[in-house]
Nanobody, 124 residues
Framework: QAQLVESGGGLVQAGGSLRLSCAAS????????MGWFRQAPGKEREFVAA????????YYALSVKGRCTISRDNSKNTVFLEMNSLKPEDTAVYYC?????????????????WGQGTQVTVSS
């Protein structure tokens, strides 16, 4: 049974930075592409970023491109999301997820395991 545990969320002022981590267990981490999604109150869950199994290729939502960096350390079974120049509209619960599909899927339905989420709040 796979398990994903996010950490690193918190309260930050606009313009600040946060680094989210997602520790995976169960299964062979390096055989799965990984993604980050977020969900703000009253809104649907939306794609943020994805990374291939090897970590060579990444893909970002337009809303975060240039401000966020997704990376992974397969030796530590961990995926990261570095967020810079944070804006109040980035406030949401951030989830990491695992997919059996190749490439960098951006649809939530393509991911089979999800973490419990970590809250990111950006104050203005």
């Amino acid at each position: 049974q796979a398990q994903l545990v996010e950490s690193g969320g918190g309260l930050v002022q606009a313009g600040g930075s946060l680094r989210l981590s997602c520790a995976a267990s169960g299964g062979t981490f390096s055989t799965y592409a990984m993604g980050w999604f977020r969900q703000a109150p009253g809104k649907e869950r939306e794609f943020v970023a994805a990374i291939t199994r090897s970590g060579i290729t990444t893909y970002y939502a337009l809303s975060v491109k240039g401000r966020c960096t997704i990376s992974r350390d397969n030796s530590k079974n961990t995926v990261f999301l570095e967020m810079n120049s944070l804006k109040p509209e980035d406030t949401a619960v951030y989830y990491c997820a695992r997919t059996v599909y190749g490439g960098t899927p951006s649809r939530a339905m393509e991911y089979d395991y999800w973490g419990q989420g970590t809250q990111v709040t950006v104050s203005s």
